[in-house]
C-alpha cells in the first residue's frame, strides 16, 4: 500500500484540499487573539480554513487541515475508507528520512530575541490562560544517550524574554529525554517546527515506543523518505519543508506554572509547573504561512490523536482477537475515552477479550 504522492509541505497538502473542494477562505479581517480559534472550533468537521487577514500582520494563516477524516486521506492520497489500514501499513513499514543540505524552511532567519507573537499570529485560545499558545507545533530532539529521534505535538506558551513554556507530563517520552540529559549536566536541545505536511502531525502523535522515528512513519504514509535538514545552532534534524522552525534548548530546573489550560475535554486543567526552553534561533520560508490548532474541543484537536489511537487499539485487539476488522474512536468520547470495536463472527468470550485489551495504551 502506498499513497500516491501528494508532496512533502503543507502547502502541497493545502492545493490538494483547495481542488477537492475542502478549504474556505476568510477575507474579511479577523484577530489572533481569540476569534481566530473561535472561528476554527465552530467550523467542526468541515473545510479548512484560510485566514487572508490577520490584523497586524502580512502573512496568512490556516486551520482545520485535520479534523475530518476525509482530508486526512486526502492529504495522504489515500481513498478515505483506507485511512486506518494505511496508518498501520505505515507503522510496520517505515521509511527513514532523508539529509539535505538546504530547505525552504531556512530561508529566512530572524534574531533569536525577536518576539514570536510580533513575527507570527499565534494567538490566545481561551480566555482562562496566562497566554497565547502555539497548538500546531512539532517538537523534535534527540535522545542524548541514544541519539534517536523524537517526534511529539506539544503546547508551547509563549512567554517573555525568549522563552516557551512545553506543556509535557513526566510520562511523556519528551520528558524523559530531558530528564536524561540533565542527568549528564546538559541541556536537551529541541527544536519546533509549524506548518508541516499531515502526514508529519499524524505521525507526530502515534503511540509507539520511545527511540521509535516518527518520521519514518510520515514517510511510509506518503510513500517516499521525509527531507530533513540540520538545525543552525543545535544537533536536531527537522523537516525540510516545514514553514517555520524555533530551535531551543531545555535547561535543567526552569520551568514556569502553567496554571489553566484548556483540555480536548473541554474543561480547563490546572497540571502545575512544566519546563520552560529558551529560544536559540528562528527560521522560517519566505512569506511563511501559519498553521493553527484550535485548542480545547475542537474536531481536529480531538481527531488528530483519535486517529492514531485507533490503529494502537487495532493492533492492541488483533493479538487477542483476530477476527477484529476495524476500530473507531470518535469525537463524541474526545477523541480519547470512547472507542468502538467490529468484530466479524466472534466466538464466545472474543467480545470480552477484545475490551479488556483495549485499556491499556502507551504513552507517546
Not at 27 to 39: C, K, P, Q, S, V
Not at 177 to 187: S, Y
Request: charged share 20%; net charge negative; glycine share 10%.
Amino acid at each position: 500500500m502506498v499513497a500516491t504522492r501528494t508532496g512533502q509541505s503543507l502547502r502541497a497538502a493545502i492545493d490538494v484540499l483547495r481542488a477537492a473542494g475542502e478549504l474556505v477562505t476568510v477575507d474579511r479581517e479577523i484577530d489572533a487573539d481569540y476569534e481566530m480559534t473561535a472561528i476554527l472550533e465552530r467550523g467542526g468537521t468541515g473545510p479548512a480554513i484560510w485566514f487572508n487577514h490577520v490584523r497586524g500582520y502580512d502573512l496568512p494563516a490556516v486551520g482545520n487541515v485535520l479534523s475530518s477524516r476525509r482530508k486526512m486521506a486526502l492529504a495522504l492520497g489515500i481513498p478515505e475508507g483506507d485511512l486506518l489500514q494505511h496508518v498501520l501499513h505505515s507503522l510496520d513499514n517505515p521509511i527513514g528520512p532523508r539529509l539535505v543540505d538546504s530547505a525552504a524552511c531556512q530561508e529566512v532567519e530572524v534574531p533569536a530575541d525577536s518576539g514570536l507573537c510580533d513575527l507570527f499570529p499565534i494567538g490566545k485560545h481561551c480566555e482562562r490562560e496566562q497566554g497565547p499558545y502555539i497548538m500546531s507545533g512539532l517538537l523534535v530532539a534527540k535522545d542524548p544517550t541514544t541519539g534517536k529521534r523524537n517526534v511529539s505535538i506539544n503546547r508551547a506558551l509563549v512567554l517573555p524574554g525568549g522563552r516557551l513554556m512545553i506543556g509535557m507530563s513526566p510520562s511523556h517520552h519528551l520528558f524523559r529525554l530531558a530528564n536524561r540529559a540533565w542527568e549528564q549536566g546538559k541541556a536537551l536541545e529541541l527544536a519546533i517546527t509549524i506548518g508541516n505536511h499531515p502526514a508529519v502531525l499524524l505521525a507526530s502523535n502515534a503511540y509507539v515506543a520511545i527511540g521509535d522515528d516518527e518520521l519514518g512513519y510520515a514517510g511510509a504514509m506518503i510513500g517516499e523518505p521525509i527531507d530533513v535538514v540540520r538545525c543552525r545552532t543545535i544537533d536536531v534534524e527537522v523537516p525540510a519543508e516545514a514553514e517555520i522552525v524555533i530551535e531551543c534548548e531545555l535547561r535543567a530546573g526552569e520551568r514556569h506554572e502553567e496554571g489553566w489550560v484548556s483540555e480536548f475535554t473541554g474543561s480547563y486543567e490546572n497540571y502545575g509547573p512544566s519546563p520552560a526552553a529558551r529560544i536559540r534561533a528562528i527560521t522560517h520560508r519566505r512569506a511563511p504561512l501559519f498553521q493553527q490548532i484550535a485548542a480545547s474541543r475542537s474536531a481536529e484537536h480531538m481527531l488528530i490523536g483519535g486517529v492514531m489511537i485507533e490503529a494502537t487499539v487495532f493492533r492492541a485487539v488483533e493479538h487477542a482477537v483476530p477476527c477484529v476488522r476495524d476500530v473507531r474512536v470518535p469525537l463524541g468520547g474526545t477523541g480519547r475515552v470512547h472507542c468502538i470495536l467490529a468484530l466479524h463472527d466472534p466466538l464466545p468470550g472474543e467480545a470480552q477479550r477484545a475490551v479488556f485489551r483495549r485499556w491499556p495504551t502507551p504513552t507517546c
